[in-house]
């Protein structure tokens, strides 16, 4: 995430320097510039240590857990300790009257109908096409696709450069609500894998539902018992939830022919 905030703020600049007549279009530009820092940057990763981890979890998240470390003091070096500051484009500024005193504001109404568009893609691309099709059949099993002529590590790959290239378009789309600083996507971390682990390991339609309840019940919990505390309490509720259905809101299903 932060990777794709940084690369929308270098958009930006360039075209402050450049093209400032056409300052209001930069964020059009940021978008898929975003997305392709993010997947290249995730494609060396996999490529270049990630693939040698696979099937040892422990040491794939402490691994990932070092390159976000390195890539954070990276990002000071470069553009300081400081958060920078990105710019909403006049399109996104202002909202929609709702009633006295309340508005619905552009900027996120953009990233509700941003995050829309990418999970209609990617359910296009998951089960509408081969690429998907052989995404789930690695998933699924990944002994048998191999056989059947499907090059596993190169979906690993391509999955791997897809998912950094999803959270690098997070992190352009947060440059409109909030600060962009090295430490930005840290702040989404638990909420992530809470999302995963109650939706189901790939599944999209859990994820999806996962990320609207927990979401949505921390709003509601947060005025009243504060931002930590009400953290703590989804916590507690997802943990008592996932000891009820280790699987998740949908269990994985699949056809599995090993011994």
Known sequence: MALGAYATFLVQSWFTAH???????????ALPFAFLVSATAGLILERGVIRFLYGRPLETLLLTWGVSL???????????????????????????????????PYNRLFIIGLAA???????LL??????????????QNRGMAACLGVRARWVDAGSFALGAGLAGLAGCAITQIGNVGPELGQNYIVDSFMVVVTGGVGK????ILAA???????????????????KVLILVLVILFIQRRPSGLFATKGRYAES
């Open 19 to 29: 093209f400032p007549a056409y300052f209001d279009y930069y964020f059009l530009v």
């Open 70 to 104: 390195i890539i954070q003091q990276g990002l000071r070096l470069w553009f300081g300790a400081a958060n920078v500051d990105v710019t909403s484009p006049r399109w996104l500024s202002g909202g929609i009257p709702v009633m006295v005193g309340v508005q619905l």
């Open 117 to 123: 568009v990418c999970v209609a893609a990617m359910y």
């Open 126 to 139: 998951l089960f509408r096409t081969d690429a998907g099709l052989r995404i789930r059949a690695v998933t």
């Open 204 to 207: 999209l339609l859990g994820s």
């Open 212 to 230: 609207i309840g927990i979401g949505g019940l921390n709003k509601i919990i947060e005025p009243g018992m504060g931002a930590v505390f009400g």
